[in-house]
């Protein structure tokens, strides 16, 4: 009974392919021409009457009771994919795909990569190409671009003839190896964008860069160990910098920019903005810079303000002299009350009441330390009177540990009253007599002083006595030590006319080793006499050749950067050894100019 229509309906079933395949011959000679216009009905070989549109794909059918899908995990899923496909080409660090090549580590990066590229149908560019135990793996960006590569599995043939695996899968970005040669890359694509002239170094998409793109080297400056590199390269060849560019670099946290707060004393510009900086916290790190512009804007920070001055405030309680922000001159600050903490005065080199006075005490101490640096320290019996007085104190820093003397060459004759608490003893080590003092001088270690680390104080002058102490730094000589450590020395005179000149009747010694700042003092260029500064085109090559050989025996330098330094200061050899003291102050001076070349 049931039988008839159910193999009628099975019958309809049987025709469907019939019935679209009809729809789209329709479509094809509607959409040619081939049929009138006005007709939009479609009709089956049942006559059954398809109303729907041209546009609505024909395989499946409309189901208007059907449930309706919501946002859960798989269709979100799918929107994401969808969006991520849809940026991938955009945003170079929104996908990428990790390209592992099993065994690639034998057959090489030239035949990998050539093979790769020849046979993928869409260019790309291989990223931090690497090997992991014996696979070969690169990194590239795009969808697109991935699904290409993913083509070419298993239709490469290998120099052994098997067939090349291309194996392909998401990932997050590559974590970049910093090595020498990628530092060295680093460094010259920075100073690409260095200008000179005005002292900006501009690293904003600093991962985007061209040269670096095109050697498939991907280093964002939002990895830590990337930006580390970069500062220590600002900190050893540009500590000069004035204004530095940090946009459009996915930055978190300012962490490893510290060090550049303590050597980068000029730096005044400092722009971070479309970065990922969401706490005015972060910029803690940098306090302690003197800056005059900063550029925040299109940071998360910036929307945690209800108002412009709220805003302004905050970033001026980390750097209180910045007088323009996000482009905007800002008015000038308010200050109700001076720094809370204390602020030394500047040091004196000397100080003398008078030009007399200078020039007494000046011929009174090169009088002194020529006999006292010689190798016969006798003829400072002159020097002293019968009934002087003298000690010597020494005391160790910590530095005293490190270096080789030690100082145990002045320990049994030390009279430091902190240590030497038995009174025979302080007794003892009290010399008393110009015979008993220049004994114990001739005791002592030879010694060669600096005498432009000399600073001289008079401390009292009268018609009877004065009285003046002068310090500086020494080095022992004919020492058995091959890396003589320096010693500086705080030495007070007291003298009294006599004669045609002066008596030191009272005098305290005291010694410890110099400090790291002291350390450069054989280092610094001494004045030297030098004929009168000419222009560089009156001088003969002969003569600037001699001056070369003269500035690099005093600073040390090599030949190559001793020219260097001469030349920029136009051949005048006082202001290039000014420029060149200065410059070694603040160690700017590469360590590559005392190399020997």
């Not at 979100?76 to 690639?104: C, F, K, M, V």
């Not at 991907?218 to 990895?223: C, I």
């Not at 060849?237 to 050597?263: C, F, G, Y």
């Not at 020529?370 to 009177?385: K, M």
Request: with cysteine; proline share 6%.
């Amino acid at each position: 009974m049931f039988s008839r229509p159910y193999f009628q309906h099975d019958d309809r079933e049987d025709n469907r392919h019939v019935r679209i395949m009809g729809r789209r011959q329709q479509r094809f000679q509607y959409k040619h021409g081939y049929k009138d216009k006005g007709s939009h009905s479609l009709v089956d070989k049942d006559g059954d009457t398809d109303m729907s549109s041209l546009d609505r794909p024909s395989h499946s059918r409309f189901k208007p009771y059907k449930a309706r899908q919501r946002f859960g995990k798989k269709y979100g899923r799918d929107i994401r994919n969808s969006l991520r496909n849809s940026q991938a080409d955009t945003d170079p660090e929104y996908t990428w795909y990790r390209i592992s090549i099993p065994h690639g580590k034998k057959m090489g990066k030239t035949f990998v990569l050539k093979s790769i590229t020849s046979s993928c149908k869409v260019p790309f560019t291989p990223y931090n190409y690497e090997i992991h135990n014996a696979n070969a793996v690169f990194y590239v960006t795009g969808y697109q671009t991935a699904n290409a590569i993913k083509d070419v599995h298993k239709r490469i043939t290998t120099p052994d003839g098997f067939k090349m695996s291309v194996n392909v899968t998401e990932s997050p970005p590559p974590i970049p190896s910093i090595d020498e040669g990628i530092s060295e890359k680093i460094k010259t694509v920075m100073s690409k964008h260095y200008d000179s002239m005005i002292h900006k170094l501009d690293l904003s998409t600093f991962h985007s860069d061209n040269d670096l793109c095109q050697e498939g080297i991907y280093v964002p400056l939002s990895r830590r160990n990337v930006m580390s590199c970069v500062v220590q390269i600002i900190k050893e060849h540009i500590p000069l910098i004035q204004q530095l560019d940090l946009s459009k670099n996915r930055l978190n946290n300012l962490e490893d920019l510290a060090p550049l707060v303590t050597v980068c004393k000029n730096l005044k510009i400092l722009i971070l903005k479309n970065n990922k900086l969401k706490r005015m916290a972060v910029l803690d790190a940098l306090k302690g810079l003197d800056l005059v512009e900063l550029t925040l804007d299109g940071n998360p920070l910036c929307d945690n303000y209800k108002d412009q001055s709220t805003y302004i405030s905050a970033v001026r309680e980390k750097f209180p002299k910045i007088i323009k922000l996000d482009g905007q001159d800002l008015p000038a600050p308010i200050l109700f009350s001076l720094e809370t903490h204390e602020v030394l005065p500047s040091s004196k080199e000397s100080s003398f009441p008078s030009e007399d006075v200078k020039n007494i005490v000046v011929q009174f101490l090169e009088q002194y330390y020529t006999i006292y640096d010689s190798s016969d320290r006798q003829p400072l019996l002159e020097a002293y009177h019968d009934q002087a007085m003298f000690s010597m104190s020494v005391v160790r820093n910590a530095q005293s540990h490190r270096d080789g003397g030690k100082l145990q060459d002045y320990i049994s004759d030390s009279r430091n009253l902190m240590r030497v608490l038995d009174p025979n003893l302080r007794h003892k080590l009290l010399r008393q007599g110009k015979l008993s003092i220049v004994s114990a001088l001739s005791e002592m270690p030879k010694t060669q002083h600096d005498p432009n680390s000399f600073t001289v104080d008079v401390s009292y002058v009268s018609q009877a006595l004065m009285c003046f102490t002068v310090t500086g730094v020494f080095k022992e000589v004919n020492s058995k030590i091959n890396n003589v450590p320096l010693r500086t020395f705080s030495r007070t005179f007291v003298v009294i006319p006599q004669g045609q000149g002066f008596s030191i009747i009272n005098e305290m010694l005291y010694i410890t080793n110099a400090t790291a700042g002291q350390n450069k003092a054989y280092k610094m260029v001494a004045p030297t006499p030098t004929p009168s500064p000419a222009p560089s085109n009156e001088r003969t090559a002969e003569e600037q050749q001699q001056m070369v050989i003269e500035f690099s025996k005093q600073t040390g330098m090599n030949f190559d950067f001793s020219a260097k330094c001469l030349d920029e200061n136009d051949w005048d050899f006082q202001k290039a050894a000014t420029v060149f003291q200065t410059l070694n102050e603040r160690g700017s001076i590469p360590v590559e100019a005392f190399q020997k070349t």
